[in-house]
């Protein structure tokens, strides 16, 4: 693609003309900012750059006494790698994941739910059940919406059928307190806007178990989304958890590798790659335990992504504590004379001692003895005397002989003023050693406890085997053993933390909270998944004994608040997707013209009118039928409660919830 440098300086001119909206004060591009409001015909930015008669001339045409803008074309100009050579590096030859050609990260797109039933699969169903024809009875539309199609999809959403289940059972929920564990059933998209503005900046920990999209989870979350769609599909979600995540808040993904490393992309983008934690790989079954026998390659192994929210936040995990070992700490060093020489390396003072001065003894380990590292790998940069090494001794040798021994001040946590260092002690070697004593904490009696890192690896093939009948429900494939999610709780969380999980499943993570007194808030929009979700925090309240109740000593107790966005459109798309006939169908559709709310942008009497719609297959009618629906009205917006035509609608007790829960009013 050629542009013209006058083109480009012209088009720096007009952007300059909105201060540092579109320009930093250094002369960068917010290229960003520019797409997103092109993408949107922000009115005082088109009419600026149509009075550019340069740009008008190259990007404009005429067409039936129409002045079109080549929105596409002139965008295509700021992906151009010598668009300002001060911004080219930050914006331009990005790698980065893509969708017809434009950059996932930079699309507005947002996609709502999941893919038609005719690949979908109820929870305990296998593929080969639904080639034999069995019918799942939640279907879901998996339908991408422009940014110029979104208006009021994003507003908090009318809560109803609030209930609060606790020891004594059931009751209707009036009010709502910061302190209640939450579950919504309804789109989590939807849902997680609903919620922002209560929670934003509240979460300590996200744990999600997204859709894999490998065609094949035998629960009715379908898995086959293209893959740029179930990119977009991540995309809107992360984004919005990101603002509920506190400031030193940790979120971890869990997928194999069908997309993980295509969302490691995505998700560095989002919250940046210097924010990346970990990567955690998870056994999940052993290589005897084949999922089919017909399978070339067997998968064992699942992904945890774990990110922190910003950079300059401090995550301190809390990590597994170990009692400490003082059998290493076997050594002593003494040395006899003067050093043969005293040097300043760095900011530390180093003296330096032949072989024949210094005496290595080993003895039974003591906390007051020495322990023997080897300067080499890992510890090369994982600590301040691998560093030391590397930076300063690794290769003096050379000048100082073979054998010579470093003291080096000033260095370590152990409460001594120095540490011994070797240098290789024959000729073509190059390793060092160091002599590190007891830490000064343990020595002083602050801890007798040994912090473990925490793992990369993890074996959970064992108790991904047995959890088929955790909490109580059962579910044969995709649920997630307790076991895991306590590690994963216990390390990022603290008690009353709040925890989310906004793909919620069977309620796995749930149920673990609660067990660790963990504040929740769930989501999920399957039917079978939400009577699982109710079951299972209720056996969990009485005492629910299976998971990791022996481990943390679960007595049963606690509580939880129930409640559903409530339909709108969403009912009709229901109607829709349950249809079997074109005979059910028109009768969906006689009822939408009554009550549905359609797209503007419909022509009814084109549509009805249309022959050849007919004769179209079932499913492409079907699906004709849901396009007409306003996506941006599924569910009643609680802005509009008070509206007499929504008031009806809603049971006082509800009614009184949505004050209590968006305007923190005590209902009586």
């Not at 080499?376 to 090494?389: A, E, H, K, M, V």
Request: glycine share 6%.
């Amino acid at each position: 693609m050629q542009i013209d440098t006058r083109l480009m300086e012209q088009v720096k001119d007009v952007l300059q003309q909105f201060g540092t909206k579109y320009i930093t004060k250094d002369g960068s591009l917010k290229r960003n900012a520019v797409i997103s409001d092109l993408d949107k015909y922000d009115k005082d930015l088109m009419v600026a750059l149509l009075a550019n008669n340069l740009i008008k001339d190259e990007y404009t045409e005429q067409i039936a006494d129409t002045t079109v803008f080549k929105l596409n074309h002139f965008i295509e100009m700021f992906e151009y790698q010598e668009f300002w050579g001060n911004s080219f590096t930050k914006y331009a030859n990005r790698i980065g994941l893509t969708s017809d050609d434009k950059f996932i990260s930079d699309s507005d797109d947002v996609v709502l739910d999941f893919p038609y039933k005719d690949t979908v699969l109820k929870a305990g169903m296998t593929k080969d059940d639904v080639d034999k024809e069995v019918g799942a009875d939640e279907p879901f539309l998996n339908e991408t919406l422009a940014h110029s199609e979104i208006s009021e999809l994003f507003e908090p959403k009318v809560l109803v059928n609030a209930k609060l289940y606790d020891t004594e059972g059931e009751h209707k929920a009036t009010n709502f307190d910061d302190n209640d564990n939450l579950v919504i059933k309804g789109n989590n998209l939807i849902a997680l806007h609903s919620i922002a503005k209560k929670y934003a900046g509240k979460i300590k920990l996200i744990y999600l178990d997204p859709p894999y999209n490998t065609g094949s989870d035998s629960f009715k979350y379908n898995d086959r989304f293209s893959h740029a769609t179930w990119l977009t599909f991540m995309k809107s979600r992360l984004e919005i958890a990101k603002t509920l995540m506190s400031d030193n808040g940790v979120i971890a993904i869990q997928l194999d590798d069908s997309e993980g490393p295509y969302l490691k992309v995505l998700t560095d983008s989002i919250f940046g790659r210097d924010n990346e934690l970990f990567t955690q790989y998870v056994l999940v079954r052993y290589a005897n335990k084949t999922l089919k026998s017909d399978m070339d390659y067997h998968k064992q192994i699942e992904q945890i992504h774990y990110y922190k929210k910003n950079s300059n936040a401090e995550v301190k995990p809390n990590k597994d504590k170990v009692p400490y070992d003082y059998s290493k700490f076997c050594y002593e060093v003494k040395t006899t004379g003067k050093p043969s020489s005293s040097i300043m390396l760095g900011d530390k003072q180093v003296d330096i001692f032949t072989k024949d001065q210094v005496e290595f003894k080993k003895t039974s380990g003591n906390p007051e003895g020495l322990k023997e590292i080897w300067a080499s790998g890992t510890i090369l940069n994982g600590n301040s005397s691998g560093r030391f090494f590397r930076d300063y001794l690794s290769g003096r040798y050379k000048k100082d002989g073979y054998g010579v021994v470093y003291k080096v001040y000033d260095i370590g946590d152990d409460g001594n003023d120095y540490r011994f260092f070797t240098g290789p002690k024959k000729a073509g070697a190059t390793k060092g050693k160091y002599y590190q004593g007891v830490p000064l904490d343990v020595k002083n009696g602050k801890t007798s406890q040994k912090l473990l890192p925490i793992p990369g690896f993890i074996d959970m093939a064992g108790s991904f085997g047995n959890d088929r009948l955790e909490g109580g429900v059962e579910l044969r494939n995709g649920k997630k053993p307790e076991k895991l999610l306590k590690n994963i709780i216990k390390y990022f969380s603290n008690k009353n933390d709040y925890v989310m999980d906004f793909f919620a499943g069977s309620g796995s993570t749930l149920a673990t909270a609660m067990k660790m007194s963990r504040k929740f808030i769930a989501i999920e929009q399957i039917n079978e998944q939400i009577i699982k979700i109710n079951k299972r925090l209720n056996n969990v309240i009485h005492g629910d004994q299976t998971g990791i109740s022996k481990e943390v000593n679960w007595q049963g107790g606690g509580s939880f608040v129930y409640t559903e966005l409530m339909k709108k459109n969403q009912g009709f798309l229901y109607d829709l997707q349950k249809a079997t006939t074109i005979d059910e169908l028109n009768a969906v559709y006689d009822r939408m013209k009554q009550g549905a709310d359609l797209d503007f942008r419909v022509d009814l009497n084109k549509f009805e009118n249309d022959s050849e719609r007919a004769s179209l297959p079932f499913e492409d009618q079907k699906k004709l039928l849901i396009k007409l629906l306003d996506k941006n009205q599924l569910y009643y917006n609680e802005a509009n409660i008070d509206d007499a035509d929504v008031r009806d609608l809603i049971s006082d007790s509800d009614y009184r919830f949505n004050k209590s829960f968006y305007n923190g009013k005590e209902s009586k």
